[in-house]
């Protein structure tokens, strides 16, 4: 079976950072695409950011030059530095893997438990 298991949240001031980790453990051959999500109390989940293994990424235009994620394939873990944090930004963010290929052969997704983001203005 595999798991997620985030890391890196808190409580931080406006202006400052935090940096999550996102482990995924299980026999794992592969992991096709890495990212985060979050969901604010009232708010639908939205995607924040996500990479490719082959390290191509995406951002929501929200976080754009402020975040930064990244992946190492090695470990299966992904990274998102958070900097410039705003109130906006607080949430529970998600850690998400697709297409993930475990022995026995098989592809699935899966989601991490949450890690709890506050910022305070």
């Known amino acids: 079976q595999v798991q997620l298991v985030e890391s890196g949240g808190g409580l931080v001031q406006a202006g400052g950072s935090l940096r999550l980790s996102c482990a995924a453990s299980?026999?794992?051959?592969?992991?096709?695409?890495m990212g985060w999500y979050r969901q604010a109390p009232g708010k639908q989940r939205e995607l924040v950011a996500g990479?490719?293994?082959?390290?191509?990424?995406n951002y929501a235009d929200s976080v754009k030059g402020r975040f930064t994620i990244s992946r190492d394939n090695a470990k299966n873990t992904v990274y998102l530095q958070m900097n410039s944090l705003k109130p906006e930004d607080t949430a529970a963010y998600y850690c998400?893997?697709?297409?993930?290929?475990?022995?026995?052969?098989?592809?699935?997704?899966?989601w991490g438990q949450g890690t709890q983001v506050t910022v305070s203005s």
């Open positions: 299980g026999r794992i051959f592969s992991i096709n695409v």
């Open positions: 990479i490719t293994n082959g390290g191509s990424t």
């Open positions: 998400n893997a697709r297409g993930v290929l475990t022995t026995p052969l098989a592809r699935n997704d899966y």
